[in-house]
Each structure stands twice: as C-alpha cells, then as structure tokens.
C-alpha cells in the first residue's frame, strides 16, 4: 500500500475506466461514492473531442454517475484554458458536435480578421477544403496551430476513419508550423486537470486503460498511474511495453483495496 | 557549343517556359518552328493536375501554338502510364477539373471494391472528409497511394491555397504509407517523358524556369537542363543555389543560339 502514501486525488478515464460503451463497470459507484466519502479529490477525464461537458455529464447520469459539468475535463475545456491562459481572443474553430459550447470566448467565423489561434479536433464532415483553407490561410498570418488530439484514425461504426491528426499533419505540412497538443497524453492536458484538482503531481494519481496516454502521460509529469484491466486492455500490450504502471488492478472497483 | 552535342531531343516546360500568364513568349513560336525544320525531337511537360491533355492543346491553340495532345505530357498522363505499367487496373481519383480525362482506364467510385490505387492530385473544392475518408479505407485495403503532386500551397486568385500535398501528407500519416510521387521533378516523370520522345537522357535537355523541379529534376537522371530567365526566374534563387544548369539562356527565342 506504500505505492498510494501521498496520493490526496484521482484523474480517472471516462471511457474504458469509468465505463465502456454505454455500461458502467461494475462496482465503479460504489469506488466513486467511497473516494468522496473519504474526502478524496477527484476528476474525471476523456480525450473526447465531440462531446461537450454538459453532453458528458448527462450520459453518465444516465448510467447513475451524479458528477457536476466542472469534474470533467476533455481537450476542449483544456484548450479553453490554454487560449485564455496564452492570452488569445479569437479562435477560428474545425471541431464537430457539440464540443464547441465549451470555448466560450472563441468563435468560429470564416471570413474574420484577427484570429489568433486555429484549434482542430476531430472535425469528421465538418471537415471541408474550404474551412481547412481558410484555417490554413490563418495560420500564415501567423495564427497558433492547437490541435486537441493528433490520432492518426478511429474505428467508427462504419468502419476506420480519419481522426484529426491527418488533417493536423496536413495544416503542418502546408505551414511549416508545429501544432500544439492538447489531448491525453499531453502536458498541457495533464497540467490543466492538476491546476482544476488544486494538486501537485506527486500528490495525484492517473486511473485508466491505456499505456500510453493515460500511464506514460501521467508518469512523464510526476503522476502516479494506475492501470485498470478493463476497456481496451491488453495483457501483451502491457508486457511487451517500456511503460509501467505504479499499480495494476482489476477494475475501478478494486481501487478501494489500495488506498 | 558543345555542350549540346549529342542532343536530339527536348522537353520544354510551358508555364513560364513557353509562355506566361496567358502570353507567348516572345519569340517561342520561331524557336519551336525551328526545332521542327531541324527535325529534333520534343515534348511539352507541365506540372499541372487540374487539366487534361486537350483542355491545354486548346489553350496553346489561342497563343498561337499548333501542339497535339501526344506532344504535351503532365502528372495525369504519366499518372496513367504509371498505373498501367505496374498492372493496376481501379483507381480511386482525387482530382478536380477535367483532369481526369486523361484516367483513360481509370475510375472513380466511391464504394468501389478492388481498387488497387489511389490518385490524389489538386484537388481543391473535391476535398471532402467523406472522399478522403473513402480514399483512406482503400489505401488501409492495400491500394497504394499516387500523388500527381506534392507542393505546399499555390496562389490562387484569392490569395494562398492548398495544394494536394498537404492532403498527400494526412493520407501518408494516417495510413503510414509513403506516397508515389508522379510530378516533376519525379523520376517516373522524366522516365516517361523519355520513354514517350524515345531518346536516353544523355540526348535529352530539359528547358524551363524552375531550378528544383525543371533542373535538379533533369539532371539527376542524366539529362542537360537549359534554364530560361523567364516565369519564376529569379537570379538570386539560382546564385544561392547548388544547382547548376548546362546552360542559361535569356529564353525560348534564344535556344537556336546553343544548338
């Protein structure tokens, strides 16, 4: 139990670590009721890029999670932060969903001057030559390039599909910049969550089902990790990684047995 | 003089080389009637996606130019030759314009099954999400991946655009594929102009205004390289240069000088 000496919080994965699919892991309620009751700090964090906070919190009160729209953070509430925080105003946004109901001061305008950051995340039909144009033409007149995820695809119902980071890549290529992530496993994901949690890294452990952006994310910032053998798991991927875990257990369920 | 001994034949750039802008060059029309008397032999090349071979003879015929479409060779047609020479048969295009005329054996379907090729040119407004996505599933299959072109961007009437390598790019990142490039200074396009004059390089020259794709291209599979002061010359970018052309002439009307 000397591994958790310290620990005063959680970041815990939404998909694959607090759920997957539309079903909680079981025994999750009981773990979350218990880290609130014990006085723990706690956050629950995801690499979604379509979803905003309020469409977030609404599916887990369907699956009995009762967790307020400021306990959650995704790319688009960590990039808000970094706009604000860089001292940015206006943003030329390629995101779909309802994602961009949390940039709340930046606005998506076509044909607008003064646009100081383009943010791009995975934008699927939105994505158009004439919008990536336009974000492209920005970016030459000296825009910051801030991309909330640089995956390469993702499998859809359909089938694979492009994920953002194509279409970063390609903005990339044309302008010679590089963009900044903000995604898991990223710093500034990372720093963002600890600043909201109100911790220290040391003080805070990651709780998720993948290597690298949720143990390899963690551990590079001082965070302890914890990997939960549920979701997309697997066994060879762990073993046959460099990246290890502070802790491995069965589920969110199991994290009582190592407070 | 001697530097030309030994050439029979000629590959002449059109944009900038033969004309500018919708204007002759002056003088090239004299030029070229005297390469026919002498009995060399030539080949017009552009680097130009968006139009077939026809659509360019017709623009030719306005300057004053009396050129078949066997004597003009561009990305598509060596695009074409490429595709048939390694046994391909379906091809998935990315074009726009009319370009893909010149796609003789190729089509285009977007829930096609057995497309062995993808060919991704400038394709401006064709750019969707849902058509590089359909691309991107074939390469995924195994089809591979042909670029006509891989530039940055282009000055379109309303101010900088995007060229086809930035989707090239994305498509590359995605799949983890490297393209093949078709365009100057390619060498499968040199080899088919070539093949298509029927002449070895060393009896070949190439003439035109760019000092990467028209020289370095030339001379990096054995032919002579005349660079002509019109188009895109700029005497800086060739002082800074480590290319070197055989020969710089002030333009087309002046190569009767060197023969």
Redesign the interface.
């Known amino acids: 139990m000397g591994r958790m000496k310290g620990i005063r919080g959680f970041l815990i994965d939404l998909d694959g670590g607090l759920y997957v699919g539309d079903t909680a892991i079981e025994g999750a309620h009981e773990a979350i009721e218990l880290l609130r009751i014990q006085k723990y700090r706690f956050r629950f964090v995801s690499n979604t890029t379509r979803k905003c906070r309020r469409t977030i919190v609404e599916r887990l009160s369907d699956m009995g999670f009762v967790i307020s729209e400021e306990e959650v953070i995704t790319p688009p509430v960590a990039a808000n932060a970094y706009v604000k925080n860089t001292g940015k105003e206006h943003c030329y946004l390629l995101v779909t969903g309802d994602a961009e109901r949390d940039f709340e001061q930046a606005y998506s305008c076509n044909d607008g001057e003064g646009i100081d950051c383009v943010i791009i995340g995975d934008?699927?039909?939105?994505?158009?030559?004439?919008r990536?144009?336009t974000a492209?033409?920005h970016l030459?007149k000296g825009a910051e390039l801030i991309a909330l995820e640089k995956d390469?695809?993702w499998m859809a119902p359909d089938?694979?599909?492009?994920s953002a980071?194509?279409?970063v890549?390609?903005?990339?290529?044309?302008t010679g910049k590089k963009a900044t992530i903000i995604g898991k496993p990223s710093e500034a994901f990372f720093d963002r969550a600890l600043y909201e949690i109100g911790l220290s890294p040391g003080q805070v452990a990651m709780i998720g089902d993948d290597i690298v952006t949720d143990v390899a994310g963690a551990n590079r910032v001082g965070m302890k990790s914890i990997l939960v053998r549920t979701g997309k798991y697997r066994k060879d991927a762990v073993n046959n990684s460099v990246i290890k875990p502070t802790y491995c257990i069965d589920s969110l369920a199991h994290l009582p047995e190592i407070l």
Chains 1, 2 share one sequence.
């Open positions: 934008a699927g039909d939105s994505i158009t030559y004439n990536l144009n492209f033409r030459m390469r695809y089938g694979l599909s492009l980071g194509p279409f890549t390609a903005l990339e290529f044309a």
